[in-house]
Every structure is written in structure tokens, then in C-alpha cells.
């Protein structure tokens, strides 16, 4: 298959703890450094979060600033991907950040069962945040915990409520939500073939599932994530010393499928997202 994989490096969620890993990177500088690591290992998108002096979540735009400055100095061309998810913030303050004008963001249209909460994804809220997003040309990553969140993000894409070219990916692996079932992703592969052909969609495991849902991913033609946020581990014995090493474990992936990685600039034109300002 000729077809090349993205990769998207997801570097430090909102729950992800230095004492879960040390490697955890919290800082904005440690968030850059580590990001740089990533992108010269084969990432070309980084999908962000941002964290409080303490380490808590946050959806400061300041932060996030900081954050976008530093990756474009030292990821030059590499995607840039900020999260809206609901554990950073609540309301309206999820899309505080999207004035920055990213390359892409997140974008959660339905609600499900986390580990011990409901995440909270009403429709007004959803449609505020697809009405910011193409205010200002950013494209969303559907993140699908749920059959209906695919079926649910295609109609949207055909009303026109979202910017952009349809980019689907599959969240596998919560408790409470979808697990890893290779049935299940085997139809969604198969409802955004007939139902969107013209989409990307891309796929995602958390914990132990991380390479399972890589390797699947890979092997159907789709692209994927890995990185700290979704899977601290790289196996049950060894905690990952970095995400740029979640990184390469995917282009070994890549390489026994005999797909060659995206570069970023590949990626930009497979998503269809804006050319980078020389």
C-alpha cells in the first residue's frame, strides 16, 4: 500500500501525570521540546494540550499561545492541532483558544460515559464550537467515541456546518465508551468508505490498546495516533521513555505494511488545510 500513514502525536491530555511518567511533558517548554522530538521521529501532527503551574488541565489562551509560538519556531510546517475536550474547561471556555487560529482542532459531536463521568458534548455547544472553527478556518478532527458521532459528524459535513475536508477518528478503548473491537472498527472503516468517501479518518487506542488500534489503522489504509495522553506504556513491564519512542513504534508499523509515512507536507494537502506562510 502506497498510501501514506499521518501521524498525529498526542503529547499530554489533561490526566497524564510526571508520576504516571516522568516523561510526561507539563511545561510549555517541555510540551515544545518534546513535540520537536516527535516531529523529526515521523509525527506531522500534534494534537495539544495545556496545563496550570500545578499540572492541572487548562484552556488558558495564553497558554496555548505560548504553546503555538514555540511549535511553529521549532516543528516548522508541522500540524497544529489544539483540543476543545471537556476536561480542560467548561462551556464556551473549551474554545477560548480558537481565535489563535490553529491549523485543525478537536471536535467532540456527541455525548458519552467516561471512567467515572458523563462527557458532556450538547448540540449548542457543538454548534458553537463548528460556527468558531469555520469562523477561523480551522478544520476539525471529529473525535468519534460512538457509532453515531461518525454518522452524526457526516451529516454535519454535508450541511455545511463544518470546515473544511471531513476528518473522522475513531476513539477506542475507554472504559465506559467504545472498546477495542476489531468488529466494530472493521465497520467503522467501512461506513466512512460508503458514507464518506472523500474523508480521512484516522484512529485511536487508549492504554494497552494504543498499538492495538495502531496496527489496525495502519493495515486498513487509515491514519493514526499515539502519544503520552492516550498511553504511557510501552509495554506492561516498561513505561515509554518519550513520545518521540511511541512515535517510531508506529513507523515500524508502517514499515512491516509497507506504507511509507506522511510528511508534513503531505499531511497538509491529504487534510486539505492552508499552505504554511514562507
Known amino acids: 500500500m502506497t498510501k501514506p500513514c499521518i501521524i498525529c502525536v498526542a503529547i499530554t491530555g489533561s490526566l497524564p501525570t510526571k508520576a504516571n511518567n516522568p516523561a510526561v511533558p507539563i511545561t510549555v517548554s517541555e510540551q515544545v521540546e518534546s513535540t520537536q522530538e516527535a516531529f523529526e521521529a515521523g509525527a506531522s501532527i500534534v494534537h495539544c494540550h495545556v496545563r496550570n503551574d500545578d499540572g492541572t ?4 489562551p495564553e497558554r496555548f499561545a505560548r504553546l503555538k509560538e514555540g ?14 475536550g471537556g476536561r480542560s474547561g467548561a462551556g464556551r471556555a ?5 481565535p489563535l487560529r490553529p491549523d ?27 460556527a468558531e472553527m469555520k469562523a477561523y478556518e480551522i478544520t476539525p478532527e471529529i473525535e468519534a467515541f460512538d457509532l ?12 455545511g456546518e463544518l470546515y473544511g475536508r471531513l476528518y473522522v477518528q475513531f476513539v477506542m478503548g475507554v472504559k465506559n465508551a467504545m472498546p477495542a ?14 458514507r464518506a468517501p472523500e474523508a480521512e479518518w484516522c484512529a485511536a487506542g487508549i492504554g494497552p490498546a494504543q498499538i492495538v488500534v495502531n496496527e489496525w489503522a495502519v493495515a486498513a489504509g487509515g491514519h493514526t495516533r499515539t502519544g503520552l495522553e492516550d498511553n504511557v506504556r510501552l509495554d506492561r513491564d516498561r513505561l515509554a521513555p518519550s513520545n518521540a519512542a511511541l512515535v517510531r513504534r508506529v513507523v515500524e508499523i508502517c514499515e512491516r505494511h509497507e506504507r511509507p509515512v506522511a510528511t508534513w507536507k503531505q499531511a497538509r494537502e491529504m487534510l486539505g488545510l492552508r499552505p504554511v506562510a514562507a
Open 94 to 98: 473549551r474554545g477560548g483558544m480558537l
Open 57 to 60: 488541565p487548562s484552556s488558558d
Open 148 to 159: 453515531s458521532h461518525i454518522l452524526q459528524a457526516i451529516a454535519r459535513h454535508r450541511a
Open 104 to 130: 485543525m482542532a478537536s471536535l467532540s459531536v456527541g455525548s458519552n460515559n467516561f471512567p467515572t463521568r458523563v462527557y458532556e458534548n450538547p448540540p449548542d455547544l457543538v454548534d458553537w464550537l463548528a
Open 71 to 84: 511549535l511553529e519556531k521549532h516543528c516548522p510546517g508541522m500540524i497544529i492541532q489544539f483540543s476543545t
Open 181 to 194: 473491537d476489531r468488529a466494530v472498527f472493521d465497520f467503522y472503516v467501512e461506513t466512512m468508505r460508503t
